[in-house]
């Protein structure tokens, strides 16, 4: 059966340093991988989405990038983080077209 | 675009209470729809997905069917519990990478 981790589960960072949030997935190949930012109390923001090695396609033009390394992993990243970043993170994958998305548990990510 | 509007919350019910939370979205071709419901601290699970008019998706005693004609697909559940608390989104995939759109989600409270 296919799995979803991220990781770190929290994260507290200083305002100006950098970030890496990591993501992989277990149990299949070539999936869609997506991240998502949730504000508190507020719906769900995709940031970027990447349909295979090296193809990535953000959606909100901000500080925050994105790279696949390799089919299953997807990594989340920052040089310098803004409050505003801080949030809830969450990766997802899917196969093929139309079909569910999956969701990793999340990170939590407190920016002081 | 594609999007999807759901009612806003927090809607709050009494233990067995029927329930129903409204969602309707504009796509341009023929969108699968979901339902996904996050508890507190955690990521989103799938609840129940219907991929073409007049299906019904159904799960834990949810149910939603793909109404083409009202471009709706209304999220009912005959007898609530304080177990179905949580926050519930509504989704569509439009084809385009399988890019999902969410609606803001809405937050059920069942007192006992």
């Known amino acids: 059966s296919q799995t979803i981790h991220q990781w770190p589960a929290t994260l507290v960072q200083p305002v100006g340093s950098p970030l890496s949030l990591e993501c992989t997935v277990e149990g299949t190949s070539n999936p869609n991988l997506y991240w998502y930012r949730q504000a508190a109390g507020r719906g769900l923001q995709l940031l970027f989405y990447?349909?295979?090695?090296?193809?990535i396609s953000s959606e909100v033009p901000q500080n925050l990038s994105a790279s696949r390394p390799q089919d299953r992993q997807f990594i989340l990243s920052s040089k310098k983080l803004l409050l505003s970043d801080s949030g809830f993170y969450l990766c997802?994958?899917?196969?093929?077209?139309?079909?569910?998305?999956?969701f990793g548990p999340g990170t939590r990510l407190t920016v002081l | 675009g594609d999007s999807v509007t759901q009612m806003e919350g927090p809607v709050t019910l009494s233990e067995e209470a029927f329930l129903t939370i409204n969602c309707t979205y504009t796509a341009t071709g023929y969108p699968s729809l979901f339902w996904y419901v996050q508890y507190p601290g955690e990521g989103l699970q799938l609840l129940l997905k219907a991929t073409k008019a007049d299906d019904k998706g159904s799960n834990k005693g949810f149910e939603a069917t793909y109404r083409k004609e009202t471009t709706s697909f209304h999220l009912e559940k005959g007898s609530v519990q304080v177990s179905d608390s949580a926050v519930y989104f509504c989704?569509?995939?439009?084809?385009?990478?399988?890019?999902?759109?969410f609606g803001s989600g809405t937050k059920l409270n069942v007192k006992p």
């Open positions: 997802a994958w899917s196969s093929g077209t139309y079909n569910e998305q999956f």
């Open positions: 990447s349909i295979g090695i090296g193809q």
């Open positions: 989704a569509l995939s439009g084809g385009n990478f399988n890019k999902f759109y």
